[in-house]
């Protein structure tokens, strides 16, 4: 029996399909919409400031930017964990490179898994489980060659889409935070310029340039919330919701698999986590 012996050992099934859960993301090719993105706000922002004839030069000063960045880092400090802000840093490297799932290709791989299992037993599938295009396929094939009863298989796979959402809510939701206070912190190096102006208001031609320049941090502030903290947040939050459709999707393969369903009734039920094509 060394077969079954190899497929109950779980910390090393879930050491593999750590391993190869990161794979998709980094073979994953550059996601050209957020860069895209980036390049539009960066150059009509750009492009706006050289329309009103002020030089660009203007806008870069280093007081403002060290207050905003520097403040903003602080309090991402202060109201996250170590452990929560290194996670959610990951899940905005991981934006520039979004693998996209093939909806359809996976309903026929799961409908092959359940039709092995079907004509050959669950035991059947555990030579082809590293094949499997989806990480978290793998993982429910391997739960259901460990589990006994489908409550068991069903609770393990929901309490692990559960949680993955939970987190990634929570990487959104750093992010989200550091953006409501990064406008607030650009304020505070504006207050900072003022005090600096009223020092020396004795000279009109100082106080206007001064003027100028301190409301240069409202402006970090407001590009560093607007433009970076909360586009990225809403971005994570789209990707969660993402892959929660697709492990659903899994999910409800899953327990088809271990009900031991009809693959034309395993289409049937798969093919409403289907994307609906638009009509022209």
């Not at 280093?62 to 960045?69: D, K, N």
């Not at 650009?186 to 020092?199: A, D, F, N």
């Not at 492990?247 to 693959?263: A, F, K, Q, R, S």
Request: with cysteine; proline share 4%; charged share 20%.
């Amino acid at each position: 029996m060394p077969r079954i012996l190899q497929v109950s050992s779980p910390s090393t099934a879930r050491t593999d399909l750590a391993i190869v859960a990161s794979d998709p993301a980094r073979r994953a090719p550059l996601d050209f919409w957020v860069l895209a993105g980036i390049a539009i706000a960066v150059i009509t922002t750009v492009a706006g400031i050289a329309s009103t004839g002020v030089s660009l030069r203007y806008f870069l000063q280093p007081t403002a930017a060290w207050i905003v960045l520097g403040g903003t880092l602080g309090v991402m400090l202060v109201t996250t964990p170590r452990h929560s802000l290194t996670h959610a840093i990951r899940s905005v490297g991981r934006l520039f490179r979004q693998p996209q799932t093939n909806r359809e290709a996976l309903m026929d791989e799961i409908i092959s898994f359940v039709r092995i299992a079907r004509v050959q037993g669950l035991l059947a599938e555990e030579s082809k489980i590293e094949k499997a295009s989806n990480a978290f396929l793998r993982e429910m094939l391997w739960l259901a060659l460990d589990v006994k009863t489908r409550a068991e298989f069903q609770s393990a796979l929901e309490t692990k889409v559960r949680l993955r959402e939970r987190q990634g809510d929570a990487d959104a939701k750093v992010l989200e935070v550091a953006g409501g206070f990064a406008p607030a912190i650009g304020v505070i190096g504006t207050v900072v310029g003022l005090i600096e102006v009223l020092r020396q208001f004795s000279n009109l031609n100082a106080v206007a340039v001064g003027i100028g320049t301190a409301f240069v941090s409202t402006m970090y502030g407001l590009a560093l919330a607007n433009l970076i903290l909360l586009p990225a947040a809403h971005r994570i939050r789209a990707s969660v919701a993402e892959n929660f459709e697709i492990e659903e999707m899994i999910l409800e393969g899953g327990l088809c698999l271990v009900d031991g369903t009809h693959p034309s009734l395993v289409r049937e039920r798969l093919t409403y986590f289907l994307r609906q094509k638009p009509r022209l």
